[in-house]
Nanobody, 121 residues
């Protein structure tokens, strides 16, 4: 099976920084797109940023210029560097990866367990 483990969330004051990490392990042949989503209380889950296996990135408008997504293919890990954090960034952050397992020819989406990010004003 495949497992995604996140780390790096926490409580930070507005203007501060946090770095999230998400490492994949298990029966993995390849990983395509890696991404970060977030869900605030009472709101739908939204895509924050993603990165293709060639390094192409996309960001939601609200985080452009403040957040940076990156990946380490050898470590099967995706990162989200979050700077200039705002209270409206408060949410549970989930990583997501499109993974092809060694025992399958199909890609499936896998999710991390979620990590809480709280930004105080």
């Amino acid at each position: 099976q495949v497992q995604l483990v996140e780390s790096g969330g926490g409580l930070v004051q507005a203007g501060g920084s946090l770095r999230l990490s998400c490492a994949a392990s298990g029966n993995i042949f390849s990983i395509n797109v890696m991404g970060w989503y977030r869900q605030a209380p009472g709101k739908e889950r939204e895509l924050v940023a993603d990165i293709s296996n060639s390094g192409t990135t996309t960001y939601v408008d609200s985080v452009k210029g403040r957040f940076t997504i990156s990946r380490d293919n050898a470590r099967k890990t995706v990162y989200l560097q979050m700077n200039s954090l705002k209270p409206e960034d408060t949410a549970v952050y989930y990583c997501n990866m499109g993974i092809v397992r060694r025992t399958s020819q199909y890609e499936n989406a896998y999710w991390g367990q979620g990590t809480q990010v709280t930004v105080s004003s």
